[in-house]
């Protein structure tokens, strides 16, 4: 991919790097006035990256407060553990299916629409799961009843809360020069991390029993928070809804495995256009991607083998704090314990986003396999734990680990392809992530219900499967950030 491609269709002009790679013998040429606007993200200013890590942040933070509560919320409707693990299938299902449809989509009607669409999933799966959540606990619905109708309001974040992570990994990637692409997403990806600090921290505070909301209200607090990141997004975001056809030739520069074609010093080479409009490089012209396309094969394996072991280790973490805890009699009190635990890992999360990956600049291919192993021994922690103390610190570690190997990946699928390939590339990152939550988190939680080390064994044998698989498989991060 070449950093001096032209922009993509429905791309600002003003959305491009500040300093562009010159052609073989061209003095390079920096725009002064664009290159002060840009901040050290590698081309997007300040304020617009502020707006894509708050779409992310608000989704992140709801659904970790979720899940800090819907442990007590199965106990006190008296459904058992992997039941309740099991109603987030049909949504993971969805997503997987619906994501790469929405990053293809956001090609043609601009990131900000598909933000938009994703944040109203969220507000109105959140909104509705907490109705029928509270129904349930009040004796309106039975549990059978109201876990299948939280599965269906759930669902809707599936179908259509899908939308956005695509589409601000793509605006970030499309934006971002290699060097910087892997601190660009991890920086997004911190959203996440931030959010999980936020969700569960909050979630005890709207647990709010004189509205008669009670475990159900964090769920409608998070909703109304969505509708206001919603507003911020739309006033706050410039409108990139493309406004030129593409013109050019079908696949000006494809070979036949689908990659671009590169000159003999490795440029990736493209014909001199006029910027305002799309040049051959538009997304239009980019064969469809798909997870075994033989650039993303590694990364995707890599992603559903540790997606797998991430999964697992969240859903299992709630129902281990309160069988050990003692907390199962009092499922109320489960919220609390939860959530600190949570939030150990979401600070270990942005202590390796924030803090080690830019401090070390690492690449993808460091930044997984490190991750990954860091994971595995957290695993180890985390099953031997017998005290709250013990339990976060496992729980921290293995996050600190994870929260390196998520960007790698992500960073490692974005590299691989080329920029007009970005919007189907972040489709195929959240699709992997959401196969990941289809079985995951019930398999791991029905194992630990046999017996701990079944499911915490598990977890750590595919952690060392995807070291295994990377150390073979994965590109060289020198390989994968030249740009020339």
Known sequence: MADDAPPRLGEPRDARPASVPPRAGASPVIDPPRAAKKSGSGGISTARMALLFTVMLVTAAGNTAMQSVMPSIGTALQVSDVWISLA????????VACAPIWARRSDRRGRKAMMTLGLFGFVLSMALCGLVLWAGLAGWLTAFWALLAFAAARSLYGGFGSAAPPAVQAYVASRTPRAERTNALSLIASSFGLGTV???????????PFLGLGLTGPFICFAALGLAAIVVLRRGLPNDEPQFAARGRAAPYTSGAGAPHEDADGQESDDEEDDDEPGPG????????????????????AGLLGGHAQAMILGVSGFLVLDRMDLRATPELGAGPVGLVLMAGAIATLLAQWGLIPRFRLGPRAATLSGILVAAFGTAILAAAGTLHTIALGFAIASLGFGLYRPGTTAGTSLAVSRAEQGQASGVVASVAGACYIYAPALGVWLYNIDDWLGFGLIIALCFAVFAHGWRGLQADRDLTRTA
């Open 88 to 95: 987030y299938s049909w949504s993971a299902l969805l997503w």
């Open 198 to 208: 936020i969700g569960p921290a909050l979630a005890p505070l709207m647990v709010l």
């Open 282 to 301: 538009d997304t239009a012209a980019a064969a469809r991607l798909s997870w075994f396309d033989p650039r993303l094969r590694p990364w995707v394996v």
